[in-house]
Antibody, heavy 122, light 105 residues
Framework: EVQLVESGGGLVQPGGSLRLSCAASGFTFSSYWMSWVRQAPGKGLEWVAN????????YYVDSVKGRFTISRDNAKNSLYLQMNSLRAEDTAVYYCARDIVATIYSRYFDLWGRGTLVTVSS | SYELTQPLSVSVALGQTARITCGGNNIGSKNVHWYQQKPGQAPVLVIYRDSNRPSGIPERFSGSNSGNTATLTISRAQAGDEADYYCQVWDSSSVFGGGTKLTVL
């Protein structure tokens, strides 16, 4: 079965760190860009970061630059998000998503995990 | 940065046609993608590249895009179509609309 399964969420204090993982199965993980997308409670979707197939290119939304690091291990079919210096506004469900590059001007997400909740609070 | 505007809510009678709009500056020059999200669930892609349906998405779902508005159309609306719907484009990064809650009456 083609699926993505996130793990690693939880409660963390402001300024703390957390590492999210996403296990991919049922498809050739190393052939796809991958992304993290988050959703704050009761709010909309926000793209957070993405990474190229071989990990050579990584991009981030401005609000997490310098604090979050996206990485992948193609041998383990896994995607990661290292989150440091966490803030209350980082509280959200974090989704792992398969990133389809249709053209250089068109990208979308055709497969999503169920998400993992990160709560930043003292 | 590019912005997408969606109505907060849309209501439709059971069996009728719902139209959810997504506004953006010259959005017709971009590819628009649509996601359905039911409560407590992950988003699901329902339309990609303006008007294409992924495998498994009913033909009742269709999309169009022109000028400053893209539209997701749901024909013969069913109770199971109640959900939040998000549009998305690529503009140096992925941008999502704020989402529209569809209520089927």
């Amino acid at each position: 079965e083609v699926q993505l399964v996130e793990s690693g969420g939880g409660l963390v204090q402001p300024g703390g760190s957390l590492r999210l993982s996403c296990a991919a199965s049922g498809f050739t993980f190393s052939s796809y860009w991958m992304s993290w997308v988050r959703q704050a409670p009761g709010k909309g979707l926000e793209w957070v970061a993405n990474i190229k197939q071989d990990g050579s290119e990584k991009y981030y939304v401005d609000s997490v630059k310098g604090r979050f690091t996206i990485s992948r291990d193609n041998a383990k079919n896994s995607l990661y998000l290292q989150m440091n210096s966490l803030r209350a506004e980082d509280t959200a469900v974090y989704y792992c998503a398969r990133d389809i590059v249709a053209t250089i001007y068109s990208r979308y997400f055709d497969l999503w995990g169920r998400g993992t909740l990160v709560t930043v609070s003292s | 940065s590019y912005e997408l505007t969606q109505p907060l809510s849309v209501s439709v009678a059971l069996g009728q046609t719902a139209r959810i709009t997504c506004g953006g500056n010259n959005i017709g020059s971009k590819n628009v993608h649509w996601y359905q999200q039911k409560p407590g669930q992950a988003p699901v892609l329902v339309i990609y590249r303006d008007s294409n349906r992924p495998s498994g998405i009913p033909e009742r779902f269709s999309g169009s895009n022109s000028g400053n508005t893209a539209t997701l159309t749901i024909s013969r609306a069913q109770a199971g179509d109640e959900a939040d719907y998000y549009c998305q484009v690529w503009d140096s990064s992925s941008v999502f609309g704020g989402g529209t809650k569809l209520t089927v009456l």
